[in-house]
């Protein structure tokens, strides 16, 4: 049996990425700073993933519910629009944006080291903001600009172990992040307008490319940055 660890399971892309993989019949070890909501899940933990005990005892759950195939979906971010960005902000956002995928996707490596992780592999998720720019979000920018790094990174190290590691990059997801841009007519045209298929993004769109990345159907795909963006990083000119 495979199991799966989802940080940032309470809401949104997270949410539906741990619904779509129990469906697919992974056990389901969920991380959030509030998981009240997540009671479906074969386990819930509330703390934050910057705590090493809270990454540790992650580990071990979803060590003792798989037979040695595990993955790691690092979802959690977090993002601002104050600008300028103080130093505070910077530390938080590259914090829960990079720091804590690297130190979680270490532990993963460690495992796989030890040969307790046999099969299995790791999934970053990134945003628009890993291959574009986007005006006065410079530590987002910088945070998820260094998340498909991290994927080549571990993509390299681990795959001599058959593990294997990716990206997935939403563009405009229908989220509690996004929803000002959502619910303001001319920012909703705006974006819908750069869309090639000509409407947002839903949380299970982010799901399904994580389900597949998580399957036997990809598994010769490695150390690639996947877009779920409807078209929006390919669309040129727009009307």
């Known amino acids: 049996m495979s199991a799966c660890i989802v940080t940032g399971c309470a809401a949104g892309n997270g949410a539906a990425i741990a619904e779509f ?21 074969d386990w819930v933990i509330e703390g934050d993933i910057l705590s090493p005990s809270i990454q540790d005892l992650a580990f071990e759950k979803a060590l003792s519910l798989s037979d040695g195939e595990l993955f790691l979906i690092n979802n959690a971010g977090v993002t601002t629009h104050d600008f300028p960005q103080t130093d505070e902000v910077w530390n938080l956002t590259v ?23 046999k099969s299995g592999g790791i999934v970053f998720i990134g945003s628009l903001a890993t291959t574009m720019g986007f005006p006065k ?8 600009s260094g998340i498909t790094g991290l994927a080549r990174a571990f993509a ?35 974006r819908k307008k750069h869309m090639l298929l000509k409407r947002w993004g839903q949380p299970e769109d982010v799901a399904n490319a994580v389900s597949f ?27």
């Open 21 to 41: 993989l129990r469906n697919d019949g992974h056990l389901v070890v969920g991380v959030d700073l509030r998981c009240s909501t997540l009671a479906d899940n």
């Open 95 to 117: 914090d829960v944006n990079l720091k804590a995928p690297f130190q979680w996707s270490r532990r993963f490596a460690k495992h796989v080291q030890s040969a307790q992780i």
């Open 137 to 144: 979000n410079p530590a987002y920018q910088a945070s998820k």
């Open 156 to 190: 390299y190290d681990l795959g001599p172990f058959g593990i294997r590691s990716n990206c997935v990059s939403p563009g405009y997801i229908q989220t509690a992040m996004t929803r000002t841009s959502f619910e303001t007519p001319e920012l909703n045209d705006a």
């Open 213 to 239: 990345l998580c399957s036997t159907r990809s598994e010769y795909i490695t150390g690639i940055n996947l877009p779920v963006d409807g078209g929006w990083m390919i669309c040129g000119l727009s009307s």
